[in-house]
């Protein structure tokens, strides 16, 4: 199988739960400073509307809370710990909010938000990006059903939009082309698709070949947490990014291994942290926290934004992506891989600075991280 031909993206699954807790401002900093070119997250509304980070629909596995997220308001997750179930050192870390991992997120790199099914997230996305300043050519977005797509696109028609599935709606070669005429029609980006798909289905490769040759991304996310076999196949297998656990991992597995990771910050703040013994100042310091990497990560754009800003790489990405034409001349019409290519021009990748990037450097070394964590009973997948 080819290799990619275009920039392979590192993407941290709920930032780095394999050694923060997930879906916390620590562990999307953590994320990026191990290497991630992008971070996902996941969304959650409380009863009063607020968007909120958080995977499961109920408290009981990652806070001290119990119950439907949607029965809470958003003072009441607010008071919730989301850190000491994972280890003693992040008790008072808490549930961000949307705004609150936007305003972090500048400065450190893209991210990619994972729409739950059967919620709608639109309004709450464009609300958040307005008060924050976060870039709309920045975001990426899951979604699982045609109506979280329709109102994305309503609402921030500049977001890059990824179909997300366990596999592809028709499982054989033969239906694959009807399926993709229609995510055709729908105006997705892309896809991202369980690993088990393209480790296991004979079908896995030849999918990604045809779905790229059409202009489509296609991205994989681990359902279990990936080791460096699985993710040395899905490299080879020409990928347009692996979402995992442990970005560190699959960062040294890259052909192009970014710098030393700068947790050291990172640790100093979760010590100050864990010496408030109180939770709002820990979810303060945990903003702040999320904040520190900007005083480095401003320092350097990621390897998304070097792929942009290099020729080289960015003729790559415009090929992977079916395109002529970059520039001022490209018609902004909708479409969603004419928007794609438009982002690939510098002057694009210049607005998308405004956001809170500053000029290309090099990362800092500052320590290694802490030991791995081990897997934690009830780890919901999905």
Same mark, same amino acid.
């Given at each position: 199988?080819?290799?990619?031909?275009?920039?392979?993206?590192?993407?941290?699954?709920?930032?780095?739960?394999?050694?923060?807790? =997930?879906?916390?401002?620590?562990?999307?900093?953590?994320?990026?400073?191990?290497?991630?070119?992008?971070?996902?997250?996941?969304?959650?509304?409380?009863?009063?509307?607020?968007?909120?980070?958080?995977?499961?629909?109920?408290?009981?596995?990652?806070?001290?809370?119990?119950?439907?997220?949607?029965?809470?308001?958003?003072?009441?997750?607010?008071?919730?710990?989301?850190?000491?179930?994972?280890?003693?050192?992040?008790?008072?870390?808490?549930?961000?909010?949307? =705004?609150?991992?936007?305003?972090?997120?500048?400065?450190?790199? &893209?991210?990619?938000?994972?729409?739950?099914?059967? /919620?709608?997230?639109?309004?709450?996305?464009?609300? $958040?990006?307005?008060?924050?300043?976060?870039?709309?050519?920045?975001?990426?977005?899951?979604?699982? =059903?045609?109506?979280?797509? /329709?109102?994305?696109?309503?609402?921030?028609?500049?977001?890059?939009?990824?179909?997300?599935?366990?596999?592809?709606?028709?499982?054989?070669?033969?239906?694959?082309?009807?399926?993709?005429?229609?995510?055709?029609?729908?105006?997705?980006?892309?896809?991202? /698709?369980?690993?088990?798909?393209?480790?296991?289905? &004979?079908?896995?490769?030849?999918?990604?070949?045809?779905?790229?040759?059409?202009?489509?991304?296609?991205?994989?996310?681990?359902?279990? &947490?990936?080791?460096?076999?699985?993710?040395?196949?899905?490299?080879?297998?020409?990928?347009?990014?692996?979402?995992?656990?442990?970005?560190?991992?699959?960062?040294?597995?890259?052909?192009?291994?970014?710098?030393?990771?700068?947790?050291? $910050?990172?640790?100093?703040?979760?010590?100050?942290?864990?010496?408030?013994?109180?939770?709002?100042?820990?979810?303060?310091?945990?903003?702040?926290?999320?904040?520190?990497?900007?005083?480095?990560?401003?320092?350097?754009?990621?390897?998304?934004?070097?792929?942009?800003?290099?020729?080289?790489?960015?003729?790559?990405?415009?090929?992977?992506?079916?395109?002529?034409?970059?520039?001022?001349?490209?018609?902004?019409?909708?479409?969603?891989?004419?928007?794609?290519?438009?982002?690939?021009?510098?002057?694009?990748?210049?607005?998308?600075?405004?956001?809170?990037? $500053?000029?290309?450097?090099?990362?800092?070394?500052?320590?290694?991280?802490?030991?791995?964590?081990?897997?934690?009973?009830?780890? $919901?997948?999905?």
């Amino acid at each position: 199988m080819a290799a990619s031909a275009g920039p392979f993206l590192n993407v941290g699954h709920r930032g780095f739960p394999g050694r923060f807790p =997930e879906n916390t401002l620590v562990s999307q900093a953590a994320a990026f400073a191990a290497g991630a070119d992008m971070v996902e997250i996941d969304l959650q509304k409380s009863s009063d509307g607020a968007v909120v980070i958080l995977h499961d629909d109920t408290l009981d596995r990652t806070t001290d809370g119990a119950g439907p997220v949607a029965d809470h308001t958003l003072a009441e997750l607010q008071q919730l710990d989301a850190g000491s179930w994972f280890a003693p050192e992040f008790a008072g870390v808490g549930i961000p909010t949307l =705004e609150e991992a936007l305003s972090a997120g500048i400065g450190q790199g &893209p991210l990619l938000l994972d729409q739950k099914s059967g /919620l709608t997230f639109g309004a709450g996305i464009a609300s $958040a990006l307005t008060s924050t300043g976060f870039a709309a050519t920045q975001l990426w977005v899951t979604a699982w =059903e045609s109506a979280q797509v /329709l109102d994305i696109q309503a609402q921030v028609p500049n977001a890059t939009i990824l179909w997300t599935a366990l596999s592809p709606d028709h499982p054989t070669p033969e239906d694959w082309s009807g399926f993709l005429d229609d995510m055709t029609l729908l105006g997705v980006d892309g896809f991202s /698709l369980v690993d088990l798909f393209f480790l296991t289905s &004979p079908f896995g490769p030849s999918f990604i070949v045809e779905a790229q040759a059409r202009g489509f991304l296609v991205f994989a996310w681990n359902l279990f &947490p990936a080791g460096v076999t699985e993710m040395q196949t899905l490299i080879a297998a020409g990928l347009d990014g692996y979402i995992v656990d442990n970005p560190a991992t699959l960062a040294a597995e890259l052909p192009e291994a970014p710098p030393a990771p700068w947790l050291a $910050a990172l640790l100093v703040g979760l010590v100050v942290l864990r010496g408030t013994g109180n939770r709002s100042a820990g979810r303060a310091q945990a903003a702040r926290l999320g904040h520190q990497g900007r005083g480095v990560a401003g320092r350097f754009n990621t390897h998304v934004s070097r792929a942009i800003l290099d020729p080289s790489r960015r003729s790559q990405l415009r090929a992977r992506l079916g395109g002529t034409r970059v520039g001022r001349d490209l018609p902004l019409d909708g479409r969603r891989r004419a928007r794609a290519l438009h982002h690939g021009h510098p002057q694009c990748a210049a607005e998308a600075s405004r956001g809170g990037r $500053a000029e290309d450097g090099a990362r800092e070394s500052t320590g290694e991280p802490r030991a791995e964590q081990g897997e934690h009973d009830g780890y $919901a997948r999905l």
